[in-house]
């Protein structure tokens, strides 16, 4: 039996789902790391675009967090994936990933967030420690009813990240995703990207009321498929034919 990721809620007509990218960009990633990021998921844009044409079920909008010594928001606010445009990001500073939970938080919190919308995803790029204090924003981060109920994604990058704050984050060893080479990296950035599409494509259709982010409210669980995924029945990247060898 295959261990999952929840996704809470369920599709229904024409309910916003925001897309969070939170990328790291202090200096350790300069580089190769850096360019694999932008490269990656410019690449996903268009297929993104498509997967969204084809689904009724929701209102993809996708938002850049980039975070160094500091963090901003690289679009200041929620852009339609039919006209988002990926705006190259550079890498230069410390590792403030505290700030970048803060940032979030105020995003995820209702408003700016809609009460009905589907559950958001958030996806973290990052390839080492935080030097702020990033426990007490990520507290108050998944406190927040949205921020219970977001679909949570790390991608460490190289031998340095920290997992166990990536682990943190998401709440699940499993949705922590080790890219050692530029070639995982892009495999992981490009799944991750069609996250949204499962969570908006759910394999039930539960009421309106369990779609709204109640904090007393617990995610349900769905039988596992075969093969292993992440819970609501998203099936992890599969690296078969990938080259795994670690560079970084």
């Known amino acids: 039996m295959a261990d999952k990721l929840k996704i809470p809620g369920g599709a229904l007509a024409n309910r916003p ?12 990633m300069s580089g190769d790391k850096i360019g694999a990021v932008n490269h990656a998921i410019q690449e996903c844009i268009e297929p993104m675009r498509e997967e969204a044409a ?57 408003p700016p967030m809609p009460a ?12 080492g420690y935080p030097t702020d204090d990033w426990k007490r924003p990520l507290e108050k981060l998944l406190k927040m009813p949205w921020g219970k109920k977001a679909v949570k994604v790390a991608i460490a990058i190289g031998k340095d990240a920290d997992r ?19 070639e995982i990296l892009t495999h992981f950035i490009k799944w991750a990207s069609t996250v949204a599409s499962a969570v908006s494509n ?23 498929p075969e093969g292993r995924v992440l819970e609501g029945n998203i099936s992890l990247p599969d690296l078969d034919e990938v080259d795994t060898e670690d560079v970084w």
């Open 54 to 110: 084809g689904n009724p079920n929701a209102q993809l909008y996708i938002r850049t967090l980039k975070f160094a010594s500091g963090a901003s928001w690289v679009t200041a606010e929620p852009v339609p994936i039919e006209e988002f445009a990926w705006e190259d990001v550079e890498a230069n500073g410390i590792t403030d990933l505290g700030k970048a939970f803060e940032l979030l938080a105020g995003q995820l919190s209702m």
């Open 116 to 127: 009905r919308a589907l559950p958001p995803v958030i996806v973290l790029l990052t390839d």
């Open 164 to 182: 166990s704050v990536l682990e943190a984050f998401t709440g699940n060893p499993e949705a922590v995703l080790d890219a050692g080479n530029p």
């Open 17 to 28: 789902l925001h897309f969070f990218w939170m990328v790291d960009c202090s200096s350790s």
């Open 202 to 224: 759910p394999t039930s259709n539960p009421t309106e009321e369990s779609a709204e982010p109640q904090a007393s409210q617990e995610p349900q669980s769905e039988d596992a």
